[in-house]
């Protein structure tokens, strides 16, 4: 039975996200956000398993979609091959980063190793980033690979080298490495991560989103005039959004912006972060 609802995890929720950049209106924060659900150690815990056997299945099914060429399949199966904290995993994925003539499986390879946090595998991420002219994607990836251990295995000198990483690569960054730098900065957090969603507010196409970041952050003065702007919007998931900012803020006047909001203006919206809603936690504005 476990194994079952394994499978029906991964082919369910473990989704390739890489997938959307093929649609037409692929939102790098959209994606991010997704990833970082998937990445979150809540998930990790409650579905990695010691299943070997699944873990075999998992590679073989891996290898038959690089057969077929499918990249879709490939990007599900090395996700899920890292939920499984087995020797044949992990040597797989280390093999990956060693061999593989695919850029794109060589780069998800050494971020699913590196989620996995076993610092016995951590000298082939490091070997692999000392090769000579990386692309931006081998950066992205090994940046997510270094903050992953610099951030939740304690290692600061990797958490300096992945934001010294990030900063040249990620402010002027093509939208599927953007989504990288949106999971990595949001993982990091403090200072780095808000200079780099205060700069991003400056692309049009991505500042609602941005600041949704930013109020996660804790960001409220520059972000709540934005979101109270988009709740004018005629695309209803830009009206969420600014109703998940303007929730996220908690001030009486934020919550009043939500509560006053047009039915017809919100029948998409999700409105869980009101449903325990307290006025005694209301945060007082300046």
Same mark, same amino acid.
């Given at each position: 039975?476990?194994?079952?609802?394994?499978?029906?995890?991964?082919?369910?929720?473990?989704?390739?996200?890489?997938?959307?950049?093929?649609?037409?209106?692929?939102?790098?924060?959209?994606?991010?956000?997704?990833?970082?659900?998937?990445?979150?150690?809540?998930?990790?815990? =409650?579905?990695?398993?010691?299943?070997?056997?699944?873990?075999?299945?998992?590679?073989?099914?891996?290898?038959?979609?690089?057969?077929?060429?499918?990249?879709? @399949?490939?990007?599900?199966?090395?996700?899920?091959?890292?939920?499984? =904290?087995?020797? @044949?995993?992990?040597?797989?994925?280390?093999?990956?980063?060693? /061999?593989?003539?695919?850029? +794109?499986? /060589?780069?998800? %390879?050494?971020? #699913?190793?590196?989620?996995?946090?076993?610092?016995?595998?951590?000298?082939?991420?490091?070997?692999?980033?000392?090769?000579? %002219?990386?692309?931006? !994607?081998?950066?992205?990836?090994?940046?997510?690979?270094?903050?992953? #251990?610099?951030?939740?295995?304690?290692?600061?000198?990797?958490?300096? !080298?992945?934001?010294?990483?990030?900063?040249?690569?990620?402010?002027?960054?093509?939208?599927?490495? *953007?989504?990288?730098?949106?999971?990595?900065?949001?993982?990091? &957090?403090?200072?780095?991560?808000?200079?780099?969603? +205060?700069?991003? *507010?400056?692309?049009?196409?991505?500042?609602?989103?941005?600041?949704? #970041?930013?109020?996660?952050?804790?960001?409220?003065?520059?972000? #709540?005039?934005?979101?109270?702007?988009? *709740?004018?919007?005629?695309?209803?998931? @830009? $009206?969420?959004?600014? $109703?998940? &900012?303007?929730?996220?803020?908690?001030?009486?006047?934020?919550? !009043?912006?939500?509560?006053?909001?047009?039915?017809?203006?919100?029948? *998409?919206?999700?409105?869980? !972060?009101?449903?325990?809603?307290?006025?005694?936690?209301?945060?007082?504005?300046?």
């Amino acid at each position: 039975m476990k194994r079952i609802v394994l499978i029906l995890f991964f082919l369910a929720i473990i989704i390739p996200l890489s997938a959307q950049m093929d649609d037409y209106d692929y939102n790098p924060y959209e994606y991010a956000e997704e990833e970082l659900f998937l990445t979150s150690f809540e998930i990790r815990d =409650r579905y990695e398993s010691d299943d070997c056997a699944a873990a075999i299945e998992t590679i073989n099914n891996f290898r038959n979609a690089a057969a077929r060429g499918d990249e879709k @399949e490939k990007y599900k199966y090395l996700r899920a091959i890292s939920f499984y =904290r087995c020797k @044949e995993s992990f040597d797989f994925l280390e093999t990956q980063i060693k /061999r593989s003539s695919s850029e +794109t499986d /060589r780069c998800n %390879a050494i971020m #699913f190793l590196a989620w996995m946090l076993e610092p016995d595998y951590l000298p082939c991420i490091l070997e692999y980033a000392g090769k000579p %002219a990386l692309s931006i !994607q081998e950066k992205a990836a090994i940046a997510t690979a270094f903050m992953i #251990f610099g951030v939740h295995d304690d290692m600061p000198a990797l958490k300096e !080298q992945a934001i010294a990483i990030l900063e040249e690569v990620c402010y002027d960054a093509p939208t599927d490495v *953007l989504a990288s730098c949106i999971v990595n900065y949001m993982n990091i &957090g403090g200072d780095a991560a808000i200079d780099f969603f +205060t700069a991003q *507010l400056e692309q049009e196409e991505f500042r609602l989103y941005a600041a949704l #970041f930013l109020a996660e952050l804790g960001e409220y003065e520059q972000t #709540f005039p934005i979101f109270a702007a988009a *709740l004018n919007s005629d695309d209803e998931y @830009e $009206v969420h959004t600014a $109703v998940m &900012g303007l929730a996220e803020i908690g001030t009486e006047e934020a919550i !009043q912006l939500i509560i006053n909001l047009p039915e017809e203006k919100n029948r *998409l919206t999700i409105r869980e !972060q009101l449903i325990n809603f307290n006025p005694k936690d209301i945060k007082k504005g300046d």
